[in-house]
């Protein structure tokens, strides 16, 4: 598969999950482990652009696609412009869900560009954050709908 | 030089977060490290008859299995409870892995040790444990029945009993002479902190040298240092904890957990690297829980509703054992519950109670959640009773802004406030007198969809702690805070706190503390902590403590470095110290403006040491350590403004206003920040959270799936508002606003809810209200009529 730009071949275990392929194999740790019950979303990254829990698919399953994680999203050493608008905006303070949230984001603001907060609120339900209160997520997500965020 | 204290700066903490850069503790890799997993009980109250390990040790990977009689030479004494309340507390013996009996469905039995977490959990499924089943005890009543004693040893389930009554023949006569009186009955459910980062740990040993580095997803890295050296008779200077990033706490990590003191036990042991990483499952059964207690609460009141008494009984969960400061938790609301109001006769008691549920302990709040829940859903009680609008009845009992400090009943001085001005400011943000024409439009007209409008007016004590306070209580330690300041040789500034954030921004506010006193820019200040090598002094972050006692040792720390550079300035300047002005960072001479010095160029002085006055030490440094002479008491009113559906039960939140007044703000965004997700958490447990144990004592909310954190579409935005009263307490004026969030949101959200259904005779809905929960309240509430 492609992850954030390379290729990457392993012969992993069938039971291995994609995140765990991320993080143990690759050593891309950004992308987090909150739960086993693939309800918090910690683990959300790109899979063709959409986002997917990566505790829900193995490794394998992904064989072939192309993935991005929290650490292909800058370009540059530039954030992109959800990255930007989660920290101009506050929308992250223990910054365990942050990448997943992130993610989420980028790929809702491609589905759907034009969005309302309630678009918004709706769109991240599969992610929990228990820091914010949610406020400040969906200011940053809006901002960036208005900056291309979905870019 | 603008101000920096008061302004957005924005986080400093965020780069390395939102590139991933940031590692938690699950991210750090250390070749080497053996895994462990724990067998936990899947009965509630079990004595453990037999372990057969034999097939789970001979699979692969496997390195050992330990039971609680292998393991029982580890220990030099049990797990650490820092805050027995009374001289005859009672509590029973807690080790890691239970040597006895199970108190709990999670308390470990076994420990299986091997080369990867996945061979380690492998394993663990194969250990065969038999158990002799006992009966569960999850009610609290039935708890103090002793109906089924847990420990056998204390001969009853009732850990302490805990008074405060200053005056009982006041409160009698007040009650005897009232013109209202209200009793309450409130139970504040069981709640799972659930941080988003589950727990972890790791530690990492140098067999030949003996010493251990721990790295731990705690609150608590300073006393976790403590604790571990007294709990496994380790020498203290051996034994370095370093917390890394670490996702949320909320109070679930400030402990000392058995996994913690497990893994460093094994370390020794096995002379190998040793971590262990929580499953969720694991977080909602072995990390503690929170609330878990029924509470009474009576007032009494003069004809126009001025209330003359608050009398209170508490009935409090401890869970299964004692944790580091688990009995404690009553106590931090025990001065509270007459709320903000000017009350002149006050009793208390708790009762506290074990149980066969996983340990309770602090959360977000601890105890003063719980008072002002009672309290405000009280006063609204006795609002409905004189029959006046729930605000005014507010006003008329407020201690009022000339009355501060304020002496209470029950033992405290208010530091600073104005109750009233933060009241109507909320009132005038949500538009109090329009929302209360449109409920009785709606009402008059039939509708089925029933506007409710819901107050809290909170004050809390936070900021812990005086440490002669905490000696009254019986607390183990002190409540103090540290901090160094040194400016490099550059001119740079390194800080270090003995506060350990966890989300709560303190790299970027303690820059803005110190840049703002030195005059230099925040960018070139950074922020140390977490690492008891690098802070070795610090009582860590908890208890919204952190900005009024840790941000005062950060200022006071810097004030010392500049008295020291105007001495040196002085020195270096050839005048008196009196003649210096310093303003921007520079110290420059009254009247020649010219002649002046850089802190900068004083900070190479103090390095080179080529031209210091007599006596003095190089180096540009100072450490303080400041132990408050008060709590702070942040105060604020919220409004909830909810619709509920009569036909389903369904509560709407429509809007929430919250005006709250933490004294002066170091940063606004940050303080609103903690404020959102304050309320969300407390809004949770009004609609949707609780700890479900069915009669065997399983938890059946132990996934995220069925235990249920709110996600961003449950919740609305909110309308905040902020009114600024310094507190006298600390030279930055300021108080903790961690916790308000918490402490203020439940009781406004529910009294909505039986605002809006009390035409219906609701006159009380248990938490969480479900739809479910509503909708049958609101059946009976028919029923009855």
């Known amino acids: 598969m492609t992850v954030n730009g390379s290729t990457q071949e392993h012969d992993v275990e069938p039971r291995l999950l994609l995140v765990f392929y991320l993080r143990e194999v690759l050593g891309l740790t950004g992308t987090k482990i909150g739960c086993d019950t693939t309800s918090c979303g910690a683990c959300t990254v790109l899979l063709g652009g959409e986002s997917v829990k990566s505790c829900t698919m193995f490794a394998v399953q992904a064989d072939g696609a192309e993935i991005t994680t929290i650490e292909g999203l800058a370009t540059n050493g530039d954030f992109h412009p959800m990255q930007q608008a989660f920290h101009e905006n506050h929308g992250l303070q223990c910054g365990y869900c942050t990448a997943g949230m992130v993610m989420a984001a980028v790929s809702l603001l491609k589905e759907q560009p034009d969005v309302t907060e309630a678009d918004v609120r709706e769109g991240l339900e599969g992610n929990l954050c228990r820091c914010t209160g949610y406020h400040n997520i969906v200011k940053a997500v809006l901002a960036a709908a208005g900056t291309g965020g979905a870019a | ?785």
Not at chain 2, 91 to 107: E, M
Not at chain 2, 145 to 168: C, F, H, Q
Not at chain 2, 497 to 521: K, Y
Not at chain 2, 631 to 642: A, D, K, L, S
Request: proline share 6%; hydrophobic share 40%.
């Open chain 2, 1 to 785: 030089m603008t101000a920096v204290i008061g302004t957005r700066y924005s986080r400093r903490e965020d780069a390395p977060i939102l590139t991933g850069e940031a590692r938690y503790i699950d991210d750090l890799v250390v070749p080497g490290a053996l895994h462990v997993a724990l067998v936990r009980s899947p009965h509630a109250h079990a004595r453990v008859t037999s372990v057969d390990s034999s097939a789970a040790a001979a699979m692969p990977g496997v390195v050992a299995v330990y039971t609680g009689a292998d393991l029982a030479g580890e220990w030099a004494g049990p797990m650490p409870c820092a805050w027995p309340v009374v001289e005859d507390m009672k509590s029973p013996a807690h080790f890691p892995i239970t040597p006895d009996k199970a108190r709990y469905v999670g308390d470990a039995v076994a420990a299986v040790v091997a080369t990867s977490a996945v061979a380690a959990k492998d394993a663990a499924l194969a250990v065969v444990v038999d158990y002799d089943v006992l009966p569960a005890v999850i009610d609290l009543e039935d708890s103090l029945s002793d109906r089924v004693v847990i420990n056998e040893d204390l001969g009853t389930n009732l850990a302490y009993t805990w008074e405060l009554k200053p005056d009982e023949a006041k409160v009698d006569e007040a009650f005897a002479g009232a013109a209202h009186t209200v009793k309450e009955r409130y139970v504040q459910q069981r709640l799972i902190p659930s941080a988003m980062e589950p727990r972890g740990v790791l530690v990492v040993p140098a067999p030949f040298g003996g010493d251990y580095t721990v790295y731990s997803a705690t609150q608590i890295p300073h006393i976790l240092k403590v604790m571990l050296a007294l709990g496994l008779g380790i020498s203290e200077t051996k034994i370095r904890v370093i917390a890394p990033a670490v996702g949320g706490g909320f109070g679930s990590k400030l402990n000392v957990y058995a996994e913690e003191v497990l893994c460093l036990a094994l370390a020794r042991k096995l002379k190998k690297p040793v971590r262990w990483t929580e499953e969720r499952t694991e977080n909602t059964q072995a990390t503690i829980h929170g609330r878990g207690q029924i509470q009474e609460i009576e007032l009494a009141a003069d004809a126009n509703g001025k209330v003359t008494a608050v009398r209170v009984s508490l009935l409090a969960d401890m869970g299964a054992y004692m944790q580091l400061v688990t009995p404690g938790i009553p106590l931090l609301g025990a001065f509270l519950y007459h709320g903000v109001y000017d009350v002149p006769a006050y009793s208390f008691t708790c009762r506290s109670v074990f149980t066969t549920m996983t340990p309770t302990d602090a959360y977000r709040g601890a105890g003063r959640p719980e008072a002002t829940y009672a309290i405000e859903r009280a006063m609204d009680a006795l609002a409905r009773k004189v029959g006046v609008d729930p605000a005014e009845l507010r006003r008329r009992n407020f201690i009022p802004a000339e009355a501060f400090p304020y002496s209470s009943a029950p033992g405290l001085v208010f530091d600073s406030g104005n109750y009233d001005g933060a009241l109507d400011k909320a009132l005038e943000m949500v538009g109090y007198e329009g929302l209360r024409k449109e409920q009785t439009m709606r009402r008059e007209s039939g509708s089925k969809k029933h506007l409710g409008i819901g107050l809290s007016s909170y004050c809390e004590m936070c900021g812990l702690a005086p440490s002669r306070v905490l000696a009254a209580l019986k607390y183990g330690a002190g409540g103090w805070e540290a901090a160094s300041v040194q400016l490099l040789p550059t001119g740079k500034v390194q800080v270090t706190t003995g506060t350990s954030p966890h989300g709560q921004s303190h790299e970027t506010c303690w820059s803005q503390i110190v840049a703002d006193r030195l005059g230099v820019s925040p960018d070139d200040v950074d922020v140390l902590h977490s690492d008891t090598a690098i802070s070795p002094l610090g009582m860590d972050s908890y208890g919204s403590r952190s900005l009024a006692v840790g941000g005062t040792a950060v200022a006071m720390a810097t004030d010392k470095v500049i008295d020291k550079a105007r001495t040196i300035a002085a020195h270096q300047l050839e005048v008196s110290e009196s003649d210096l002005d310093f303003a921007g960072g520079v110290f420059s001479v009254k009247g020649s403006p010219d002649k002046a010095m850089p802190i900068q160029a004083i900070s190479f002085a103090s390095f080179t040491g080529h031209n210091l006055p007599d006596g003095m030490e190089p180096n540009l440094r100072a450490e303080a350590s400041y132990d408050p002479p008060n709590f702070v008491f942040p105060f604020g009113t919220h409004v909830c403004v909810v619709e509920v559906d009569e036909e389903t039960g369904k509560v709407d939140l429509l809007r929430y206003v919250a005006v709250d007044d933490c004294g002066n703000q170091i940063n606004p965004m940050i303080v609103e920040g903690q404020i959102h997700g304050g309320v969300v958490q407390g809004v949770a447990q009004a609609l949707f959270e609780e700890a479900s144990y069915d009669e065997d004592g399983n938890l059946l909310t132990s996934t995220l799936a069925d235990y249920l954190v709110p996600s961003a579409a449950e919740m609305p935005s909110f309308e905040l508002g902020f009114q600024v009263t310094p507190s006298p307490t600390n030279p930055l004026g300021v108080k903790g606003i961690g916790e308000a969030g918490t402490i203020a949101s439940t009781p406004a959200v529910i009294n909505a809810i039986v605002d809006a259904l009390s035409p219906l005779g609701v006159t009380d809905i248990r938490m969480p209200a479900s739809p479910q929960r509503v909708w049958q309240t609101i059946q009976e509430a028919k029923g009855a009529r």
